[in-house]
């Protein structure tokens, strides 16, 4: 199916444990976003990538670490996992069609952090 | 700092109760506004995209409109199914996200 996939869907780790979440499109979207989605502040983007290689903070990066060596995927490690990483994890990506932006969003992620 | 903020929270409605739910948002320069449909447990799926005031864009029972501080999105003759979490965003350098309001139709 086209879209994108991500995985885990749900997840269950412990404080200071390593974990990755991964993300693939099946287009070719040169733009991929993380998010995370919390009661109270709405979806606030973590990381973003312009291309493969090409990666840049968005608006809460702290504990977070991202990579983009295939323009297909754009995985997202919390190097040090902590209670407040508790949320629901959304990866999009972006093209433009016709002059106008869409934005296309993952399935998510729901992870909790004991 | 850019700000986007949706009104109601949330809005109960009787099939066929046409309504209107609100977009406000500062930004320094608008590059696009957003709306998406977020179902429990789901993503948001994109629904329209909007760039200058005096737009429009229509899907089914959907309009979304652009003012220079705001956005509406109407819903005509709404039914149990259009029931869901609409979600407002602004772009300048990067998106900015409304709370959402969470839309009940009830049969």
């Known amino acids: 199916d086209a879209g994108i996939t991500q995985s885990p869907r749900y997840k269950i780790t412990e404080t200071g444990r390593q974990v990755t979440l991964m993300c693939h499109q099946t287009?070719?979207?040169?733009?991929m976003f993380w998010y995370r989605q919390d009661l109270g502040h709405g979806l606030r983007l973590i990381y973003y990538?312009?291309?493969?290689?090409?990666?840049d903070k968005g608006e809460v990066p702290d504990g977070y670490v991202v990579s983009r060596s295939k323009t297909e995927n754009f995985p997202l490690t919390l190097e040090s996992a902590t209670r407040s990483q508790t949320s629901v994890y959304f990866c999009?990506?972006?093209?433009?069609?016709?002059?106008?932006?869409?934005?296309?969003f993952g399935p998510g992620t729901r992870l909790l952090v004991l | 700092e850019d700000q986007v903020t949706q009104s109601p929270e949330a809005l109960r409605l009787q099939e066929g109760e046409s309504s209107s739910l609100n977009c406000s948002y500062t930004?320094?320069?608008?590059?696009?506004l957003f709306w998406y449909r977020q179902d429990p447990g789901k993503g948001p799926e994109f629904l329209f995209t909007?760039?200058?005031a005096g737009e429009e864009k229509e899907k089914e029972r959907l309009k979304a409109t652009l003012t220079k501080k705001e956005s509406f999105l109407h819903i005509t003759a709404p039914k149990p199914e259009d029931s869901a979490t609409y979600l407002c965003?602004?772009?300048?350098?990067?998106?900015?996200f409304g709370a959402g309001t969470t839309v009940t139709v009830r049969a």
């Open positions: 990538s312009a291309a493969a290689d090409i990666t």
């Open positions: 999009a990506s972006s093209v433009m069609d016709r002059g106008r932006e869409t934005q296309y």
């Open positions: 287009w070719s979207h040169s733009y």
């Open positions: 909007l760039y200058s």
């Open positions: 965003a602004v772009r300048d350098y990067k998106l900015s």
């Open positions: 930004v320094s320069g608008l590059r696009g």
